[in-house]
């Protein structure tokens, strides 16, 4: 078994992180290239992301970041923490051989939140949002082979984050007056656009892992639920992974976790997110093993999963470290490391 956390880690010193990181995860695990939002504008997703952009420039307006002709300042500055991040992961990791996990927003997230040059979202225009998509792939193209030259031991995962996608494919998405809605995209168009994505990175012997928002608990998801679209939309997407929140004060439901089964019978991983980050920045405590390893285990048993199949699974956080000090968050990964290993010794004895 094994652990990693979804990408978000506190600080703005990318050294410091990174060593943190693969430190605490190292080979048997699933260490990540750590985000540090807390550095301001262009360490955020959005930012992030955008600044693997093939020939789509952008720059942060008050509306947001939105394409325009030149690259503006802070779509550069962007770039420089990028190549920085590069730079402090290639020392971090000197020497290191074992799965690494990237993480990116997903073209229909950034579709929703880069703006036309002048006018709505991107994600309104079909040209546009099509542009996006080739342009995003190009650049994580050109972005995992910086990764592997710098680090050639690593097996590279990307975790493509999509927290907008159920508005996207609800309609749920605002107007740039916020008082409208954006209309939705068609499910099998934002499925087909993954897949692209997803097996662009296969080609290129790079493993990837969809994230979306968990429904809120319940066992019968109304129609307008992201449950009811959204996963079976990703399971069937051609990641190799799934990663969803699934802490034990939001339990998911059954509806879901059969949907779950699904792709843990197809072969595909799922990467749980038992620690409740919010919870712990909020002055929880941190969970003792016992309890994650209940979040895991209750409803595998309930659905009847078998034991066997907790090899397909990799324990994380419900969201980023960012809101808590690198001192908890490295203690944090600890949890899982050994949440990790107490599910080995339940699957040894199955």
Request: no cysteine; charged share 20%; glycine share 8%.
């Amino acid at each position: 078994m094994r652990a990693t956390a979804t990408g978000a880690w506190p600080g703005e010193h990318p050294l410091e992180a990174a060593r943190a990181v693969i430190g605490e995860l190292g080979a048997e695990h699933v260490p990540f290239a750590p985000e540090l939002p807390a550095r301001g504008p262009g360490a955020d997703p959005t930012g992030r992301t955008a600044a693997l952009l093939v020939e789509m420039p952008v720059d942060l307006q008050p509306v947001g970041w939105r394409l325009v002709d030149h690259p503006g300042r802070d779509a550069r500055r962007a770039a420089s923490m990028r190549t920085a991040d590069l730079d402090a992961l290639a020392e971090a990791a000197d020497g290191y051989s074992g799965p690494l996990k990237l993480q990116v927003l997903g073209p229909w997230s950034l579709a929703a939140s880069v703006w036309l040059p002048r006018g709505e979202r991107a994600v309104v225009d079909e040209g546009a949002a099509r542009d996006l998509l080739g342009s995003l792939v190009e650049g994580l193209l050109q972005h995992t082979a910086d990764v592997q030259r710098l680090v050639p031991g690593a097996q590279l995962l990307v975790q493509v984050d999509e927290p907008s996608l159920s508005a996207v494919l609800e309609g749920r998405v605002p107007t740039a007056s916020g008082w409208g809605r954006l209309r939705a995209v068609d499910a099998q168009r934002a499925r087909d656009a993954l897949r692209e994505l997803t097996g662009a990175l296969r080609a290129a012997g790079v493993r990837t892992a969809l994230r979306s928002a968990a429904p809120a608990a319940g066992d019968a998801p109304s129609s307008s639920s992201s449950s009811t679209e959204v996963w079976p939309l990703l399971r069937t997407a051609g990641a190799d992974a799934l990663v969803i929140a699934a802490p034990p004060s939001r339990p998911l439901g059954t509806a879901l976790w059969e949907q779950l089964a699904e792709a843990l019978e197809a072969g595909q991983e799922l990467h749980l997110g038992v620690l409740d980050v919010p919870a712990v920045a909020g002055g929880a405590p941190l969970p003792e093993v016992s309890a994650l390893l209940a979040a895991v285990r209750t409803p595998w048993d309930r659905i009847g999963l078998p034991a066997s199949q907790l090899a397909q699974v990799v324990v994380t956080t419900s969201t980023g470290l960012a809101a808590l000090s690198p001192a908890a968050a490295a203690a944090a990964l600890r949890r899982l490391a050994a949440t990790a290993d107490a599910l080995d010794e339940v699957l040894a004895e199955a």
